[in-house]
Nanobody, 114 residues
Framework: QVQLVESGGGLVQPGESLRLSCAAS????????MGWYRQAPGKQRELVAL???????TYADSVKGRFTISRDNAKSSVYLQMNSLKPEDTAVYYC????????WGQGTQVTVSS
């Protein structure tokens, strides 16, 4: 049974930082492309960052220079460091395995508001 469990969301002010974590089980993590996606109210789910098993990384233009994706294969975990957060980053953030994604986490809410 595949499980992706996100943590680390919350309410922050503009300019602050958050670090999201995703712990995976039930997949061969080291062989999997892992990604972070987000969905804001009334909008479609969009890619935020993607990291292949070989370490190739893709970022959405809107987060380049502010967000950093990383992975720890020994812990079967992927992370998203989010700096200089903006109100438009407010969304539910999802961890996903595969490209295209075949498995999803339950999501964690990130709210950026003053």
């Amino acid at each position: 049974q595949v499980q992706l469990v996100e943590s680390g969301g919350g309410l922050v002010q503009p300019g602050e930082s958050l670090r999201l974590s995703c712990a995976a089980s039930g997949i061969i993590f080291r062989s999997s492309t892992m990604g972070w996606y987000r969905q804001a109210p009334g909008k479609q789910r969009e890619l935020v960052a993607l990291m292949t098993r070989r370490g190739s990384i893709t970022y959405a233009d809107s987060v380049k220079g502010r967000f950093t994706i990383s992975r720890d294969n020994a812990k079967s975990s992927v992370y998203l460091q989010m700096n200089s957060l903006k109100p438009e980053d407010t969304a539910v953030y999802y961890c996903a395995a595969g490209s295209p994604p075949g498995y999803w986490g339950q999501g964690t809410q990130v709210t950026v508001s003053s």
